[in-house]
């Protein structure tokens, strides 16, 4: 009996795991295709970037690696016209969306449940709008 119950309380808790995660990945794939898109449309990226199998947004948008990149640094682009507060949440809501819940770290499983998920959902959707509001009026 006792592992009838076991077995019952962990498929309950990979459900809400497998639910949740899948929950956050459209929004995640959703963020990434409008932020290369508003980053085109203002000029950050070329068509060349835009159109490119290579990007990688979110080595470009790190805040650790304005000095690397120099002028192809996101981050320092955001943060020069529009602010050091949106290049931030822009940042916060693709670590929060991608880089933490889909990203593989041997040190650091981390499972997510629906309310968080609901969490980095609201604010993926937020991000965007503020974005759209500060960056298309560039």
């Known amino acids: 009996m006792f592992y009838i119950q076991f077995y019952i309380q962990f498929f309950r808790i990979l459900f809400i795991f497998?639910?949740?995660?899948?929950?956050?990945?459209?929004?995640?794939?959703?963020?990434e295709g409008f932020l290369k898109q508003i980053f085109k449309d203002v000029k950050f990226i070329s068509h060349l970037d835009y159109i490119s199998n290579h990007l990688r947004l979110g080595k470009l948008m790190s805040p650790n690696l304005i000095e690397k990149l120099g002028d192809r640094s996101l981050f320092k682009k955001i943060?020069?016209?529009?602010?050091?507060?949106?290049a931030d949440r822009i940042w916060n809501a693709w670590k929060l969306g991608r880089n933490q819940v889909f990203h593989y770290?041997?040190?650091?499983l981390r499972a997510i449940s629906f309310k968080e998920a609901e969490k980095i959902v609201n604010e993926i959707i937020v991000t965007m709008e503020e974005?759209?509001?500060k960056l298309k009026s560039l």
């Open 131 to 133: 974005v759209y509001g």
């Open 79 to 86: 943060r020069d016209q529009a602010g050091q507060e949106l």
């Open 18 to 31: 497998i639910f949740a995660f899948f929950l956050v990945f459209p929004f995640a794939k959703a963020y």
């Open 105 to 108: 770290f041997p040190h650091n």
